[in-house]
């Protein structure tokens, strides 16, 4: 099973939250149903405000997918390089940053900061 550490400055501690890797959640939903206010504004990967850093935690390098539109909104943003925007595949390590809405949870153990 995995798990999301969450760190922020809107929280008065770190917050764990299991994940079902079966479950098949994005990032936003985990944080939006345990009351974990990351930013968002429009929840469908358009606007990039859901930009948060992620760290993995005790795993192992793993393949990693990022959807054209998450690698266009990071690309914006300047949090992935040129050359990141042109793999769709990450296959030992992911971006630092990722769009909560886009990311796609599965049996993972990684820490999330805002
Ligand atoms: S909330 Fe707009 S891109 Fe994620």
């Known amino acids: 099973m995995g798990y999301v550490t969450f760190v922020g ?32 504004d429009c929840m469908q990967g358009h606007c990039g405000s859901c930009a948060v850093k992620v760290a993995p935690l005790f795993s192992a390098p793993q393949m990693t997918r990022l959807s054209l539109r998450e ?8 949090k992935i390089s040129a050359a990141q925007y042109q793999n769709e595949y990450f296959p030992d390590h992911p971006p630092l940053w990722r769009l909560a809405c886009e990311y796609q949870i599965t049996d993972e153990k990684i820490m999330v900061a805002f």
């Open 71 to 78: 690698r266009y909104f990071l690309l914006r943003a300047g």
């Open 9 to 40: 400055m809107k929280l008065p501690d770190r917050i764990q939250v299991n994940i079902d890797p079966d479950a098949e959640v994005k990032l936003l939903d985990v944080a939006g149903n345990h009351g974990i206010p990351l930013p968002c």
